[in-house]
């Protein structure tokens, strides 16, 4: 991977590996990579951040920046890197990619992925006064403007055409498809953007749009234009019934998804007769809009089966079935509108029955029932979705499993792992945890600093969890949170119903 890798962006990565061994960290995290950044004053990410902003000698100090690291690592094993450095890494590779995937990464590209991928980085230089917009769209225009196409040098012989009738077909194709992505991805960022409100898949589209204007640049304009015909387009006077009707938004988006790839296929295709290199960057496009598909779609999808859901109720550790059934049967009663079936050290063949049990009141009571951890049995017993933790079976595999039709949530302790499981398809996700809980011990909590983190990175559906009670529950929808997820509040409760009725009718207030 380093090997496309500018010397300063292999430099600024020792660096960070060695600061996060002197602060005694056993993983790098993005705030060690920051400091490289900062630390080296020559480097063109530091200074973009001081051209935006930021103080670069009070940076160093609020990093704890004095002298330069140790680079005396002989014998010692390579630190591993965080979820959350992982991320900017991958954001960084992308930036640098965009356009060219010839173009190694550079610091400019790590400090792209760091301002996409790491809120508390972004928490750090916003309040440093960094002026974090702007030096992002800067950041768009550094990329745009040192990977745009070459333009071809006096000794490279353009392709003959073969004259000038075939030079303006290849016009006219190039134009109509030119025209078709462009339009297909603003449908599709206009749903995003408008009815998801989603900040994560709006930026996302945005910057393929970007992509496919500068690919663009890659042609003639005005060979396109002077071919342009649209009164002598047999095409604009042919429709089909299908094209007439749409019959909701998912149809919409999906129809224009295809048309989007569609166009980049042809454009891909006719531009090898000009530049393969130029049309292996639409073909890059075009993997990124089938990814784009697959994201916005789950979401469009998750938001309408989970749009008025609130209450999520956890269920396990219970003696026998008669004690089960009783608990989530009041639950139930009580307003939850998920029951997820919880159970550790069951035999499969017992674990199974009390998932059917429970299956059956949650189809009477036209709630939702989450099986736990094992996609296998989810799909035998007709749950309506598996949830996953950090260390079960990927989204990919858990897909493979139950099919294609049902949830898969998975749980997420900090914004890398929040972006991660978007990325890979997951229906909701689990935000926490946010206090300690009476029925799970966690390492560490997340706290109300990662709910709000979540609030503000996506409105993917997402509950938080970890020992919410009524008593903390205003403290949580503060932070930002309009859904939750709770076990002991209900389960433990003296009257079951009466916590669950308690709960809901206070989600319910909030989201009026």
Do not use: C
């Amino acid at each position: 991977m380093y090997e496309t890798f500018t010397a300063g962006a292999l430099r600024a990565l020792d660096w960070a590996r060695a600061r996060a061994r002197e602060r005694g960290s056993d993983q790098v995290e993005p705030t060690d990579l920051l400091a490289a950044l900062t630390d080296e004053p020559e480097s063109r990410a530091s200074v973009l951040l001081t051209e935006f902003g930021l103080e670069a000698d009070r940076l160093r100090r609020v990093l704890g920046l004095t002298d330069a690291p140790s680079f005396n690592e002989d014998g010692l094993e390579p630190l591993p890197k965080s979820a959350e450095l992982r991320l900017v890494l991958s954001d960084a590779t992308i930036a640098a990619r965009a356009i060219d995937r010839s173009v190694p990464v550079g610091t400019e590209h790590l400090l792209a992925g760091l301002i996409a991928s790491s809120s508390p980085v972004i928490e750090l230089l916003d309040r440093e006064g960094l002026r974090r917009l702007e030096l992002a769209n800067q950041l768009d225009e550094v990329v745009v403007a040192e990977t745009s196409p070459i333009p071809l040098a006096a000794e490279i012989t353009p392709l003959d055409l073969g004259g000038p009738s075939e030079e303006v077909d290849l016009g006219r194709i190039l134009d109509a498809s030119a025209n078709r992505a462009r339009e297909g991805l603003r449908v599709a960022e206009d749903y995003v953007r408008f009815a998801l409100d989603d900040p994560g898949l709006t930026r996302r589209l945005k910057e393929v749009r970007h992509r496919l204007a500068s690919a663009l640049l890659g042609f003639d304009p005005d060979l396109l234009i002077d071919a342009r015909d649209t009164p002598g387009d047999v095409g604009t006077h042919i429709m089909t019934p299908s094209e007439t009707v749409r019959e909701n938004p998912r149809a919409v988006l999906s129809a224009n998804f295809k048309r989007t790839a569609e166009a980049l296929r042809s454009l891909e295709e006719y531009a090898k007769l000009i530049d393969v290199w130029l049309a292996g960057r639409f073909e890059v496009l075009r993997y990124d809009v089938y990814t784009l598909e697959k994201l916005t779609l789950t979401a469009a999808t998750s938001r309408r089966v989970l749009n008025e859901t609130r209450l999520y109720v956890l269920v396990g550790g219970l003696p026998t079935l008669g004690d089960l059934t009783w608990i989530v049967g009041e639950a139930l009663a009580g307003g939850a509108q998920v029951i997820q079936l919880r159970e550790k050290g069951l035999p499969d063949r017992e674990l199974l029955r009390r998932a059917r049990e429970v299956r059956i009141l949650t189809t009477q009571a036209k709630a939702r029932f989450v099986m736990n951890d094992r996609p296998d049995l989810a799909r035998l017993a007709g749950a309506d979705a598996v949830h996953l933790g950090q260390d079960d079976v990927s989204v990919r595999d858990a897909r493979r499993i139950i099919g294609g039709h049902a949830l898969i949530g998975v749980s997420t302790h900090n914004h890398g792992q929040l972006e991660r499981a978007i990325l890979d398809g997951a229906g909701y996700l689990g935000v926490g945890p946010v206090f300690p809980s009476e029925t799970k011990d966690f390492d560490a909590l997340a706290g109300l600093a990662f709910v709000r983190q979540a609030a503000e990175a996506t409105t993917a559906p997402w509950f938080a969890i970890g020992g919410i009670n009524e008593a903390n529950l205003d403290d949580v929808l503060e932070a930002g949170a309009s859904r939750i997820a709770v076990s002991s509040a209900v389960v433990h409760a003296d009257r079951p119903r009466q916590a669950a009725a308690a709960l809901r009718d206070r989600l319910d207030q909030n989201s009026e």
